[in-house]
């Protein structure tokens, strides 16, 4: 059984950082396409950003360019995402999510979800 779970969460004051990690396992998963969600209380969810295997290819929602980094550790089966400048808009609960390539990933339908953390920005 597949399985992506994050770490990393918490409470953090408007202009802190705070990193998540999301790690895949399960048989001989490893998946093309990694990335992260978030979902704001009374919002859809909606996408944040995703890293093809290589690390060569990668997109982020407007909303976080500039101030969210994502990279990954293939050896570990992991994702991070590094969250600097943070705001009190970023507050939601972020959802790891992992697909063979990026289309799924970007409509939202990627093959497999984590549980989610939260993070949670205070002003």
């Known amino acids: 059984q597949v399985q992506l779970v994050e770490s990393g969460g918490g409470l953090v004051q408007a202009g802190g950082s705070l990193r998540l990690s999301c790690a895949a396992s399960?048989?001989?998963?490893?998946?093309?396409?990694m990335g992260w969600f978030r979902q704001a209380p009374g919002k859809e969810r909606e996408f944040v950003a995703a890293?093809?295997?290589?690390?060569?290819?990668?997109r982020y929602a407007d909303s976080v360019k500039g101030r969210f980094t994502i990279s990954r550790d293939n050896a570990k089966n992991t994702v991070y995402q590094q969250m600097n400048n943070l705001k009190p808009e970023d507050t939601a609960v972020y959802y790891c999510?992992?697909?063979?390539?990026?289309?799924?990933?970007?409509?939202?339908?990627?093959?497999?979800w984590g549980q989610g953390t939260q993070v949670t920005v205070s002003s």
């Open positions: 999510a992992a697909a063979a390539s990026f289309g799924p990933v970007v409509a939202g339908r990627p093959d497999y």
């Open positions: 890293i093809n295997w290589s690390g060569n290819s990668i």
């Open positions: 399960g048989r001989t998963f490893s998946p093309n396409v």
